[in-house]
């Protein structure tokens, strides 16, 4: 036999076997699924249930099925929630300290509190 034969009959070839490629869009899913079950299962399915829920009835002892907008009603009529919103859509100038007078306070001077070697 010729050294050529040799180094060529050294990897077997398996006969019969096919190897199975996957497709483009099928690697992207397999990399896109591990994050997307974690976000429907976290994120998604949570929300979708707190949204639900705020439809439902409550007191007391429980919550109980049935289609109601009086939550809704309720906070976004409460004297708490409208001080907010005109709170929000005041302008800059007149909530809050105004630019010019957090610029006179004096930075801190870490030299007085470094230790003395």
Do not use: H, K
């Not at 190897?19 to 429907?40: E, F, T, Y």
């Not at 929630?81 to 306070?105: E, F, H």
């Amino acid at each position: 036999m010729d050294a050529g034969q040799d180094a060529v009959s050294i990897a077997p070839r398996s006969r019969g076997r096919r190897r199975w490629r996957l497709s483009a869009q099928a690697v992207s899913w397999l990399q896109v699924s591990p994050l997307a079950i974690i976000l429907i299962t976290f994120f998604a399915l949570p929300t979708l249930i707190f949204l639900v829920v705020s439809f439902y009835d409550y007191d007391r002892v429980g919550i109980y099925p049935d289609f109601l907008l009086d939550n809704y009603r309720e906070i976004l009529t409460s004297p708490a929630t409208l001080r907010v919103y005109l709170s929000s859509l005041q302008s800059p100038s007149s909530s809050g300290p105004s630019p010019s007078s957090s610029a006179s306070i004096s930075p801190i001077s870490w030299s007085s509190t470094s230790a003395a070697g």
